[in-house]
């Protein structure tokens, strides 16, 4: 009786196999995130933040001297309320509603070290809609990478007076 066992590739083919894998790996570099998602990807990770309450991720993002006005438009007129970090970073520390920032739609202009994101948004707080608005950040690329100068944002109430949300409905609250 003759066995035949069935071995692995030999030598010679994981050789083969590996060198053509390591070729194609390092062949050709993956190419580098464009300015424009590397700006889209620091403001998600902001509105990220602001939904899980993270004040150590929403510092990292933003300049300490960070610009932020809040416009709540009225009938002819508009108030503005503008927030100092510290505010901000108090406004998300410590126990609280569960908040969920979703954003869409984003513009985005970048030149050189400084980049504009304009883009709709909606905001629930533990799960029921609060407010919708246009969220505008003012970015800088700094030796750390892009960071978050300054925010204006809106806030528009009811929810009637709100664009509907390509996003649809929150699947659940985070």
Same mark, same amino acid.
């Given at each position: 009786?003759?066995? #035949? %066992?069935?071995? !692995?590739?030999?030598?010679?083919?994981?050789?083969?196999?590996?060198?053509?894998?390591?070729?194609?790996?390092?062949?050709?570099?993956?190419?580098?995130?464009?300015?424009?998602?590397?700006?889209?990807?620091?403001?998600? *990770?902001?509105?990220?933040?602001?939904?899980?309450?993270?004040?150590?991720?929403? *510092?990292?993002?933003?300049?300490? =001297?960070?610009?932020?006005?809040?416009?709540?438009?009225?009938?002819?007129?508009?108030?503005?309320? +503008?927030?100092?970090? =510290?505010?901000?970073? *108090?406004?998300?520390?410590?126990? !609280?509603?569960?908040?969920?920032?979703?954003? +869409?739609?984003?513009?985005?202009?970048?030149?050189?070290?400084?980049?504009? %994101? +304009?883009?709709? #948004?909606?905001?629930?707080?533990? !799960?029921?809609?609060?407010?919708? !608005? %246009?969220?505008?950040?003012?970015?800088?690329?700094?030796?750390?990478? +892009? *960071?978050?100068?300054?925010?204006? #944002?809106?806030?528009?109430?009811?929810?009637?007076?709100?664009?509907?949300?390509?996003?649809?409905?929150?699947?659940?609250?985070?």
């Amino acid at each position: 009786m003759t066995r #035949y %066992v069935r071995r !692995g590739p030999g030598l010679c083919t994981t050789t083969i196999v590996l060198t053509f894998g390591l070729a194609l790996a390092t062949a050709a570099p993956l190419p580098a995130q464009a300015p424009e998602d590397q700006v889209i990807d620091v403001v998600q *990770r902001l509105l990220d933040a602001i939904s899980d309450r993270d004040t150590a991720s929403f *510092r990292a993002l933003v300049l300490p =001297e960070l610009q932020n006005l809040v416009v709540y438009p009225e009938d002819d007129s508009v108030v503005l309320v +503008w927030r100092q970090t =510290e505010e901000s970073l *108090r406004s998300l520390g410590g126990a !609280g509603p569960e908040y969920l920032e979703r954003m +869409w739609e984003p513009t985005v202009l970048v030149s050189g070290p400084i980049a504009s %994101v +304009w883009t709709p #948004y909606d905001f629930y707080r533990d !799960g029921e809609f609060s407010h919708c !608005g %246009v969220d505008a950040f003012h970015l800088v690329r700094t030796p750390e990478g +892009w *960071r978050i100068a300054a925010l204006m #944002y809106t806030v528009v109430r009811p929810q009637a007076r709100c664009p509907e949300s390509p996003l649809g409905p929150p699947s659940k609250p985070r």
